[in-house]
């Protein structure tokens, strides 16, 4: 048969000559095209002829219209505008359905062009196809026909065409089909076509026309979640809507989950199947507050049943999706909705079988990590759990410990018992832990963990790879229970608690030496050249330094403490391998790792040194001589082979200077090392700033600065050694080495911080060049550590910084940007630690920006251009954006608000997204935003209250109505919406009239119930204080139209008059406090008697008398506050030098015991009980009033002009003068002692207000001689 003659290839030009380009394709061609189509129903069977007749009479109905419509928009337009588009047989509808027929016979070519068969290609495509336009008797006879099909090579032998060449051509003709189809549907954007095909040729048509009542079919659900593989967007995109639309079906899960467990499927679909199956848990199994959960609890109810099994036999790439899934329904559900789980479990711990046992350890691990935080009234399932597993769960773990086996399974299995013991005694210790048989059986078994030699033919050779080894695990799990029993229950006297009494009495007696016999043993086999995990050491170094604190186990450790100070702990602290490969390869690295406090937590090398530190400090004796010994013939050493030492030498020398610095507070302290400190120096320091080793130079500038704060031979911050160093430090600054200069930078804080402020002068030329070194590092890294230094810079210099202040801001926004933008774009890897780093890096940055601001607050005329630059941070992270760095953008917008002339337009436009902000997520840090809110209300008062777009004021209102009428709030931060109400009332006086009446009724509401927080009830009580200094009369008529008149001021006078047990006020406790509500009363004491309500008339003495107590309360306040000062003034220093006599170190016979972390422990325990006392009344009188003085002194408001005692007396003798009658019931009703105290309140105010003028007139007559000069 020619070529030209051949069905498929005639079929395929007549499709592919389609102009498919454009909306306009031609309707005569069209139906010419479709044509060619009929002929593949009479050859894949009878079954189908009945759909080449419905074909054919849609073409027909095509070609009949084609001269009235040119092409098809012309079709479907007119079908849109009379209305019959989806009506049964219309043009508009016709071709449609045509529409379906071509993707179901593109769908066959595709099928056979994968390999199908023709049955298997011709089913699929119909079901993706055509089954969805078709009632089921259609689809049912269809599907029974299909079993008649002809084989593949005699469908191909019937038109004509060989594999090779059906393949050619077919694939030119899906091509074009599904150009065509795609044209061709939008045109019917935005009509729902009655079951209309997907036109994507895809299974998610078919799952959309299931609806949302019923689950995805087996066949269908694997299908969508293969196509969720594909590497076709489009065909992702189909399929994951697909399951995202049946994500609710009834069914729907429980078909996932069995998809996932389902042996047989394909690994990669269970995978799928597990992913979608997890986040449907994490997303929807918890109901919504208020909301039932969108899962129906039948499904819920067999995703428990099989939940354990599934866990058990799922292959780890499942089962660790399926981890996840557990953990969630064990957090949601257990024990309420699940409590079948527990006897579950323990029956698979007690089967025998090992798949089982993993499973059950593997859940029972989540069971305990529940409760694992949970306060002791949460935690009463956990002792259940407990009680019904461990018995078994230690039989296992001794049955696993006896095998003779090191296989990376056991490892696993034996890391998952550790981690739910762990987990189960992390709060307290269950009471089954106190009998003989379990505590004895558990501590041998960790014991016998600790000592099993690791399988070191396993050991992995990347060292990467060694972190996640499972026996690496295995062992870090069972000395960090080591480390945390040692530390919590090392001595009986630190626990609270009977029962953790009684088992520390127990571990303190039989484990504890035992336990540090074990790590003493595991960390000798380091000096054989043996290896263990970084971590376990760690762990283990831990151990012994906890040793050092208790006496029985000092004695047993002091005979291994040379050996192994000398020969173990020594060697951690010098330059290594490891440190050179990253030194080299990675500077930026070296340096991060050098100055992460997360790193410090897990390092070998810092538990090492606070090893040596504790051991010097606590059990000086003896050993820190013979350190020192060491350490200076290490120094002697390297000074006698200096310059041409050894690579090995040189990092012996950085070992010992490791160790000199973490001894700094020691040796600064003891005699005699604290005099040999300065030709330390001198001798073995200086000389290194030359060293060719770039991390001796960088240990020589970090030593220098931990000694920068000594008393030199000519005081501390001068003289020819610390001029010295300091001249090296900063000129390693330049160092062609990376974490030198870092080193050298950070350094140069602590000279700076040693130098006294008459001292600085010399120092003052240096500024320029810090600065632009430590900004030229800045963008070369991110460390926070060189903002801090920068920051000292600015504190120290802050007069020096008016020419550099725009240049550092400048340059300081330049690197914000840099590390929000870098942080931004790799915000999507989760693997990527440098978020955390980022963030701490963008908050020094903030924090120098403040620093900067500060230093130029005597110069406002600065703050525009400072402005210009820090604007555009502000605008964008005062939102959800700036969740992390928050209170600094604050304390941004509180200096630019505060010192600048005047607030500007663009300034304001934050004055209503700080609001949304506490709206809406920011009520953690109201105390931070009201301080730019004070600033904005205080200095543009004007623009607050005039504003209409937006209203400023009532955006104002609305926030305070949300914090102070909303549920769940911290009353720590809810205490600023009535404090954000003082700045109103007394910043816009007589101008917020119709605010007086709201804000009491939300003052008096929020009170209503009881607050739990003094600080709130006090500050709502000053609402009240605020309103009537505000205006008396109109406070009184608004708490009287809300029928609380009587009932506020009887309360605000309850609080006056209560008193501590000291005798002092129980509220009001800071100066300010004091002042409004003095100021309030004393503006009602003014109100003419003919305003009273007759109701408070008679109680007007009592106001009288508690003004008198509230300025009693003051001036003794105030007194106190003045002589603290003086006496601070008069304290001497003594020295800080120890002899070896002094008491900071141990006998061998002593435990270390800090009483008030003794105290902090007591005061732990009682609150993880339930028992914490109620706060002492009187511990904390002089503290608290003291504190919320040095608070006050930054809040400045109009009231400030009002000296209390001078507005007190001058109201008195107005109303002596004006209602003498009047005068005399205030004041005659009041007993002779209050009359008294009256009196001599008039003479005290007299008093001060002569003070005052002769203080004004002082002021004005040097005013007046420094304009005459």
């Keep these: 048969m020619a070529e030209e003659d051949k069905w498929l290839p005639r079929m395929t030009r007549a499709f592919m000559e389609l102009d498919s380009s454009t909306h306009a394709i031609d309707t005569a061609q069209f139906a010419a095209a479709m044509e060619q189509v009929l002929p593949i129903f009479e050859k894949i069977g009878a079954v189908f002829l009945f759909a080449r007749h419905e074909f054919a009479v849609k073409i027909e109905t095509i070609v009949a219209i084609r001269a009235q419509y040119v092409t098809l928009d012309q079709i479907v337009a007119a079908g849109k505008a009379d209305g019959t588009i989806t009506k049964k047989n219309s043009p508009a509808r016709n071709v449609h359905r045509l529409l379906n027929t071509l993707n179901f016979i593109a769908a066959i070519f595709e099928n056979l062009a994968k390999g199908m068969t023709l049955k298997d290609a ?72 009655p079951r209309q095909a997907d036109g994507r040729l895809l299974w998610a048509a078919l799952c959309a026309a299931a609806g949302h009542l019923l689950a995805m079919q087996a066949d269908q659900l694997v299908a969508a979640l293969g196509a969720c593989q594909s590497p076709d967007p489009a065909v992702r995109k189909a399929a994951e809507e697909a399951l995202n639309q049946h994500k609710h079906a009834r069914g729907q899960v429980v078909n996932l989950l069995r998809v996932a467990l389902e042996d047989s499927a394909d690994p990669a679909v269970r995978q799928v199947a597990s992913i979608s199956f997890k986040n449907l848990v994490k997303r929807d199994w918890a109901a919504e507050e208020g ?20 866990v058990t036999r799922a292959p780890h790439a499942v089962r660790v999706q399926l981890g996840e899934c557990v953990r969630s329904l064990v957090y949601i559900d257990y024990p309420e909705q699940w409590p079948g789980l527990l006897p579950q479990v323990v029956a698979y711990l007690t089967s025998q079988d090992q798949a089982r046992i993993s499973g059950a350890l593997y859940v029972l691990r989540f069971l305990a990590r529940k409760y694992e935080f949970r306060d002791e009234e949460e935690r009463g399932p956990l002792d259940g759990v407990v009680n019904a597993t461990f018995p078994t769960l230690l039989q296992i773990f001794q049955m696993l410990l006896a095998m003779d086996s090191s296989s990376p399974e056991l490892a696993e299995l034996l890391k998952l018992v550790c981690k739910t013991f762990w987990s189960a005694t992390y709060m307290s210790i269950p009471p089954i832990l106190n009998q003989e048989a379990q505590f004895s059986g558990w501590m041998a078994c960790f014991h016998a963990l600790m000592m099993k ?135 930026q690295e070296y340096i991060r790792k050098g100055y992460d406090i997360m790193e410090d937590i897990y390092s070998t090398k810092t538990a090492a040194m606070n090893f040596l530190h504790e051991l010097c400090k606590a059990r000086a004796k003896g050993n820190l001589d013979m350190l020192m010994q060491h350490l200076v013939g290490v120094l002697n050493e390297y000074k006698a082979a200096h310059p041409a030492a050894p690579v090995p030498l040189a990092r012996k020398m950085d070992g010992a200077l490791l160790a000199i610095g973490t001894l700094s507070d020691v040796l600064k302290e003891k005699k005699p090392y604290h005099g040999q400190l300065e030709p330390m120096l001198l001798q073995h320091v200086v000389p290194l700033f030359e060293s060719p080793h770039g991390h001796l130079r960088a240990k020589a500038c970090w030593l220098a600065g931990h000694y920068a704060d000594i008393e030199f031979g000519d005081g501390q911050g001068k003289g020819p050694t610390f001029s010295a160093l300091l001249q090296r430090v900063v000129a390693a600054i330049g160092d062609p080495e990376l974490p030198v200069r870092i080193d050298a930078a950070v350094s140069v804080r602590a000279f700076l911080d040693a130098v006294e402020e008459e001292d600085l002068d010399p120092l003052r030329p240096l500024v320029p060049q810090l600065l632009q070194q430590f900004l030229t590092l800045s963008n070369e890294i991110d460390n926070e550590d060189l903002t801090f230094s920068l920051e000292t810079v600015i504190e120290r210099f802050a007069a020096d910084m008016a020419p550099y202040a725009a240049g550092l801001a400048q340059q300081l926004a330049q690197q914000f940007w840099r590390i929000t933008s870098s942080a931004e774009q790799g915000g999507d890897d989760e693997d990527d630690d440098g978020g955390d780093d980022g963030a701490l890096a963008a908050y020094g940055v903030l924090r120098a920006m403040s620093t900067v601001l500060e230093s130029i607050h005597a110069l406002p005329h600065l703050y ?63 105390e931070e935003v009201l301080l730019p809110l004070d600033n904005f209300i205080s200095k543009a008062t004007d623009v607050f209250l005039g504003s209409q777009q937006p209203n400023y004021l009532a ?224 511990d904390d009188d002089d503290f608290d009033e003291y504190w919320s003085e040095d608070e006050d002194e930054e809040v400045h408001s109009p009231i400030d002009a009002v000296d209390p005692f001078v507005f007190f007396a001058e109201t008195l003798h107005a109303i002596q003068h004006t209602e003498p009658q009047r005068f005399a019931q205030l004041v005659g009703g009041l007993d002779a002692n209050v009359q008294a105290a009256v009196q001599g309140m008039m003479q005290y105010a007299a008093q001060v207000k002569a003070e005052k003028e002769q203080a004004a007139a002082q002021v004005a007559a040097q005013g007046a001689a420094n304009g005459h000069a």
């Design 122 to 193: 011709v089913s699929d495509a119909y079901d993706r196809t055509l089954a969805q336009i078709h009632a089921w008797v259609v689809r049912a006879g269809i599907k029974t026909g299909m079993m008649a099909l002809p084989s593949r090579d005699h469908f191909l032998a019937s038109i004509g065409e060989t594999e090779d060449s059906a393949r050619s051509h077919a694939e030119g003709f899906v091509d074009a089909a599904h150009k065509l189809v795609g044209m061709i549907d939008k045109l019917y954007a935005g009509v729902e076509m």
């Design 291 to 310: 909301k039932q959960s969108p899962l129906a609890d039948e499904d819920k109810a067999a995703v428990r049943e099989v939940m354990l099994e599934g």
């Design 955 to 1178: 955006l104002t209102n609305q926030t305070l109505e949300l914090v102070l009428s909303g549920d769940g709030y911290p009353e720590d931060q809810v205490v600023c919406a009535p404090r954000l109400m003082g700045v109103v009332l007394q910043h816009c006086r007589g101008r917020v009239d119709q605010c007086v009446g709201p804000y009491l009724a939300l003052a008096l509401r929020r009170l209503a119930p009881g607050v739990e927080s003094q600080d709130l009830g006090d500050a709502l009580m000053c609402v009240l204080g605020d309103a009537l200094y505000y205006n008396p009369a109109l406070t009184l008529q608004q708490l009287a139209a809300q029928g609380a008149l009587q009932q506020a001021l009887g309360a605000l006078s309850t609080t006056i008059f209560a008193n501590r047990k000291s005798g002092k006020m129980k509220h009001y406790s800071s100066p300010r406090e004091k002042k409004v509500l003095i100021l309030g009363l004393v503006a009602l004491l003014s109100l003419p008697e003919a305003q009273l309500p007759p109701e408070v008339r008679p109680g007007m003495p009592q106001v009288t008398s508690a003004v008198l107590r509230l300025l009693l309360a003051l001036k003794q306040q105030q007194e106190e506050h003045k002589q603290r000062g003086s006496d601070d003034e008069a304290s001497g220093n003594e020295s800080d030098l120890e002899d070896d006599s002094a008491g900071s170190e141990l006998d061998d016979d002593e435990d270390e015991v800090d009483e008030a972390y003794l105290r902090r422990l007591q005061r732990m325990a009682a609150k993880r009980a339930g028992q914490e006392e109620e706060e002492e009344d009187d």
């Design 864 to 926: 525009a251009q400072m402005e210009d630059i820090l604007f555009p941070i502000l605008d964008k992270y005062t939102s959800t954006d700036g969740q992390d760095i928050f209170e600094e953008i604050m304390q941004l917008a509180t200096y630019l608000t505060y010192f600048a002339p005047q607030i500007s337009p663009r300034m304001w436009t934050l004055f209503p997204r700080m609001l949304q902000c506490v709206n809406e997520w920011a009520i953690d840090y109201f």
């Design 453 to 587: 030699p690791l399988p070191l033919d396993q050991l992995p050779a990347d060292p990467d790879a060694r972190k996640s080894w499972q026996w690496s695990k295995a062992k870090k799990w069972v000395m960090h229970i080591a480390s945390r029993l040692f530390n919590r229950y090392g001595d009986p006297k630190l626990c609270s608690e009977k029962e953790d009494a009684a088992f520390a009495a127990r571990f303190q007696k039989e484990c504890s030496l035992t336990f540090l016999q074990a790590s003493l043993a595991q960390l000798a086999t380091l000096t054989q050249g043996s290896y263990l995990p970084p971590r376990v050491i760690n762990l283990l170094l831990q151990y012994i330094t906890q040793a050092l604190a208790f006496s029985h186990t000092w004695k047993a450790l002091k005979p291994h403490v040379e050996q192994m100070l000398l020969h173990v702990v020594f060697p951690m602290l010098c330059f290594d391998d490891e440190d050179a490969e990253l030194w080299a390869d990675d500077p």
